[in-house]
C-alpha cells in the first residue's frame, strides 16, 4: 500500500513539473480539506478533522488567509483563524512550499485564543489547481476548555 501511495505522488509530482506555478500570481485561493489532529503525550488520541480556508494573495510571495473548521472528537470543536501565508519556491516549478502562522478562536466548551504556526506545500497539477499538504501546531490561551494540539491534512485549492 505504502508503495502505491508513493507512486501515484510522484506521478502527481512529475505531472505538475509540467505546470508552470505562476498561477500563484491568481489573487484569491479557496482550499478544501481534510485531515488529523494528533495530540502528542496526552490523552486526547487522534481526531478528524475538516475545514475551508479562502486566501487573498497580495503578492506571489505573500498571501493573506482566513480559515476555519470543526475537529470531530468526543464534543466537536470549531475553530477559526486569520493567517499570514509566506510562499516560496522560483515561481518556475510546479511544488510551492510556504509557511504559515495567525491567530484565531477555538471552542470546545468556551471560547479561546489560539495562535497556530505551521508549513506545507502547493503542488500544482493544472494552471489553477494545486493539491496542498499542510502541518500545523496550535497553542491555546487557555487550558480548561481546549488543549495544544497538532493537525495534518491534504486538500485542494483552486485559484480565481
Same mark, same amino acid.
Given at each position: @500500500?505504502?508503495?502505491?501511495?508513493?507512486?501515484? @505522488?510522484?506521478?502527481?509530482? @512529475?505531472? %505538475? +513539473? $509540467?505546470?508552470?506555478?505562476?498561477?500563484? $500570481? +491568481?489573487?484569491?485561493? *479557496?482550499?478544501?480539506?481534510?485531515?488529523? #489532529?494528533?495530540?502528542? %503525550?496526552?490523552?486526547?488520541?487522534?481526531?478528524? /478533522?475538516?475545514?475551508?480556508? =479562502?486566501? &487573498?494573495?497580495?503578492?506571489?510571495?505573500?498571501? *493573506?488567509?482566513?480559515?476555519?473548521?470543526?475537529?470531530?472528537?468526543?464534543? #466537536? $470543536? !470549531?475553530?477559526?483563524? =486569520?493567517? +499570514?501565508? =509566506?510562499?516560496?519556491?522560483?515561481?518556475?516549478?510546479?511544488?510551492?512550499?510556504?509557511?504559515?502562522?495567525? %491567530?484565531?478562536?477555538?471552542?470546545?466548551?468556551? /471560547?479561546?485564543?489560539?495562535?497556530?504556526? %505551521? =508549513?506545507?506545500?502547493?503542488? &500544482?497539477?493544472?494552471?489553477? *489547481?494545486? +493539491?496542498?499538504?499542510?502541518?500545523?501546531? &496550535?497553542?491555546?490561551?487557555?487550558?480548561?476548555?481546549?488543549?495544544?494540539?497538532?493537525?495534518?491534512?491534504?486538500?485542494? $485549492? !483552486? &485559484?480565481?
Amino acid at each position: @500500500m505504502k508503495s502505491i501511495v508513493v507512486g501515484i @505522488m510522484a506521478v502527481v509530482v @512529475m505531472m %505538475g +513539473l $509540467t505546470v508552470n506555478a505562476n498561477a500563484q $500570481t +491568481l489573487y484569491r485561493e *479557496i482550499t478544501g480539506f481534510g485531515g488529523m #489532529t494528533f495530540d502528542f %503525550g496526552n490523552d486526547y488520541g487522534d481526531d478528524a /478533522t475538516a475545514g475551508i480556508a =479562502l486566501a &487573498f494573495n497580495v503578492s506571489p510571495r505573500i498571501g *493573506i488567509e482566513a480559515e476555519g473548521g470543526a475537529i470531530f472528537a468526543d464534543d #466537536t $470543536t !470549531f475553530n477559526g483563524s =486569520l493567517n +499570514l501565508v =509566506l510562499n516560496f519556491g522560483s515561481g518556475a516549478s510546479a511544488i510551492v512550499p510556504y509557511i504559515v502562522g495567525g %491567530g484565531g478562536v477555538i471552542t470546545d466548551g468556551g /471560547t479561546d485564543i489560539a495562535i497556530n504556526g %505551521g =508549513l506545507g506545500l502547493k503542488m &500544482f497539477i493544472d494552471y489553477n *489547481i494545486a +493539491l496542498r499538504a499542510d502541518f500545523r501546531a &496550535f497553542f491555546v490561551t487557555e487550558e480548561d476548555d481546549a488543549r495544544d494540539m497538532e493537525r495534518v491534512y491534504g486538500g485542494i $485549492t !483552486f &485559484f480565481f
